[in-house]
């Protein structure tokens, strides 16, 4: 009878696991160790409320609920939504964001693997599908490490509690009687009692829940039951465990975005207007009849040829002839007025997000005033190829290849724009052409889907240079007043900092809302021109402070070239240039050495250490002003800047080259100091360090957007260069200071807005000419050399 | 080369193209004003080389013809007919790896890694020609590449460290 009944049982979760009832096996097919599962959860439960004792019960009853075949459905409360084991032994874990190429895979693994005490090779990250992970935000912020672990992390420790409190059944032993090494479950006081994960749970689902704080996104978070390990008993965390995940790219055996290759897939150009804003008169659909199958695919000002060749889509996209109506009025800036226009603009929004004292009464009691003014450009995220998306949109669902950076957004998106429930769309993400925030994937993608819908075709759509550069999302403009009161000995009592800008929302960091997509607008969805900008990053302990901003309207509403978004340290880059090239003003107004003044007003312990370190390691040299006319062509210079970013605090000293005679910088070393509490894995933290600091280098000294009252002029790399290998700098010292005792802040863009203002400090060292305009080009260079009225004002 | 017009009088020029490629000959059937990278890509279903720009600016799409590193989103297959050309999977394997790509993984090379073929085959190609390349000659030579995400520091580790593998097996002697 029992014999009968547990085979039935057995039986039934096989089939299930099989998924298809016509492959299953007779229970007489059953292993020993299938056996053994189902009968002890019997026993056991059946005996639950007898000697076996509360926590016993407890065990009793998570156990038995693991012995499923089924997986429930993909809910954050549901340890199988994060955490799986392979019949094999191999770890699975499935993280809601992805990993843009800084390793990120490499990090979690050694998270999950820690907190399972398995071993790092066997874990392997899932990364970012609608239809594998829950949504835990895509990429953002930089919290790879700092939120969207925890729920990986958690879900590994109660994954390894569950599997002990197995084998204690298994094992006829006590869970404080075993110990696990590499997935496999032992019992100290009885050797060769051992029984390995793959053999406790391999192949199956866990089938238990876990506490859930019921927000998706950055904010998602789950609890188990488990305790999480301490940091000084990890053996995998902190290790500079390589990267595992780069060999395919180079040795060109994985797949990009644009490698996807979909069956019956039709190639799409977009054709956009030549003149922002103008709209479409009239398309000569005869204008590309010489290229083979070419056709117009057209919904208001939405517009596109797509052929069955890719070369054929590009060539009638060159070909096809069309008629614009101009908007009725052009842009109300360009270039040449930008911080003008800036200073006048009517202010949509302002935000006193940092007010301490009052800075009112401090300028008025002020007996000296520092005060000088910054400007920083658009700039493009001029990813190494524009963007490439594949749609397959049918009546039975919706497939999407994307290489958006937030997947599950892109799938809302898609969703939205086509009217269907987004349970219809699978949103698989493939990693793209390079990705710091949202640059045209976005738009990709929503094109890609609305051209499936229109041509009833699956649809690959990849930009042109032009799509990536001019039409991409830009980060904003702005412009940003700094003043400083100083008292009779000149003591900082009152510091305020307002920037004035366009939004860095004016389209969200996210696709889910189509108004925010060129397709949409295109189609005559009106834009949100949503506002946000932001304010320094730093700790600075003046009496009064008050930190502010305020945004001005768009140029153009509707599908700008110049609409405005998130690009790595959204805002960073911008507002650390002004605010740290401000404290080195006033450090040399006040008579002190820059690394001096910054400790003097940032107390805290952690940046004292951060700055004493950041001192010895650069070799800086103490200066209380500008050290005078160098001799030569070459002008060697020190800058020094500070930040704080989501927890990460740091700085970095530029020692920088200016050659006189043709203006270009030289950015030849850099030390930076960095302090993201707990350290994952340090080789990571140095790569990642390494990008953010030569990336954000490139925005310091060359890019800008170049734009006139009709269009972004800016289309290639020639009209909108970045730095070459030319300019890579000769070393990058670095010092990672590590504290187990904190929990593990984002490293990913936190250095980006450090080098904007040590090079532009470092310029002034070297020169005692202020650079208070980005970028800082040879052109721009030898114009400030020339100009010599370029100070500081003084009231 | 046979000239089609088509009834609207439009001219198609259809002819087929014969090369090698990772030393497999192929035929490509069309417009021999197209760029090698689309045949690559679109007929032959390869995944390296990349499109990056289209206008030979950033170096994605670089491949070997007859052993010169050459930017194929600009070369029009008629330009390369009976030529031999070598794509990065044509340049080394995991298995056989070519000494810049080995020193490329050793050195953790590259973020995205869009970019890496660009690198990769402009390097090869530049160290094939000037083994003993200085330092700024290294640099000259890979001037006209794009790397976005900002991988330079870590790339110009592994090309010297390459350099130097590659020296001391004689591979270039």
Known sequence: MKETTLNTTAEVLHQNALGDPSTQVSASGLSRRQWMMSSGALVVSASASGFLGLSALSASVDARAQASGVKPAMNPDELDSWVAIAPDGGVTAFFGKVDLGQGLVVALAQMVAEELDVAYERVNIVLGSTDKTVNQGGASSALGIQAGSKPLVQAAAEARRLLVEMAALQLGTTTADLVVNNGVVSSKSQTGKTVSYQDLIGGKYFNSKVEWNKKLGNPLEIKGKATLKKPVDYKIVGQPIPRTDLAWRIYGTGEFVSDIRVPGVLHARMVRTPMAGATIASVDESSIQSVPGAKVVRQQNFLAVVAEKEWDAVKAARLLKVKWTPPQYPMPANEENLYEHLRLAAVVKREEEVKVGDVSVAFKAAKRIISAEYHWPFQSHASMGPACAIADVKPEGVTLWTSSQKPHFARDGVANLLGIDPKMVTGHWVIGPGSYGRNDAGDAVMDAAMLSKLTGRPVRVQGMRHDGTLWDPKAPASIHTARAALDENGVVIGYEFVSKGFSRVSIESNEADPNDSLVGMEMGLPARNGVGFGVPGDAYKFPAKLQAWEVVPDLIKQASPLRTSHMRDPVGLQIQFASEQFMDEVAFETGLDPIAFRMRYAPSARDQDLFAQLRDKSNWQTRRAYAGPQKGRILKGQGVAYAHRGGTILAAVAHIEVDRQTGRIWARKFTVAHDCGLIINPKGIQYTIEGALVQALSRTLYEEVHFDEHQVKSVDWLTYPILTIHDTPESVDLVLINRPELPPTGAGEATNRLIPASVANAFFDATGVRMRQAPLTPKRVLAALKDSSAKTKIS | ?173
């Not at chain 2, 990278?37 to 390296?48: F, H, I, P, T, V």
């Not at chain 2, 070519?98 to 490329?104: E, G, R, S």
């Open chain 2, 1 to 173: 080369m046979p000239i089609q017009t088509d009834d609207k009088g439009s001219v198609q020029d259809m002819s087929t193209t014969s090369f090698k490629v990772d030393g497999q000959s192929v035929k490509i059937d069309g417009d021999p004003q197209m760029p090698l990278l689309y045949a690559l890509r679109d007929e032959l279903g390869m995944n390296n080389p990349k499109f990056g720009c289209g206008l030979a600016q950033c170096g994605a799409c670089t491949v070997h013809v007859n052993g010169v590193a050459t930017r194929s989103c600009v070369l029009p297959i008629s330009a390369v007919a009976n030529q031999s050309i070598t794509t990065l999977t044509g340049l080394g394997s995991p298995e056989h790896p070519h000494p810049l790509q080995a020193a490329f993984v050793e050195e953790q090379v590259t973020q995205c890694g869009y970019c890496v073929n660009a690198w990769l085959m402009t390097a090869a190609a530049l160290l094939q020609k000037n083994p003993h390349a200085s330092e700024s000659q290294i640099k000259d030579g890979l001037k006209d590449l794009k790397c976005r995400c900002g991988s330079h520091l870590a790339i110009l580790r592994a090309v010297k460290k390459a350099q130097t593998a590659m020296l001391a097996k004689g591979v270039m002697a």
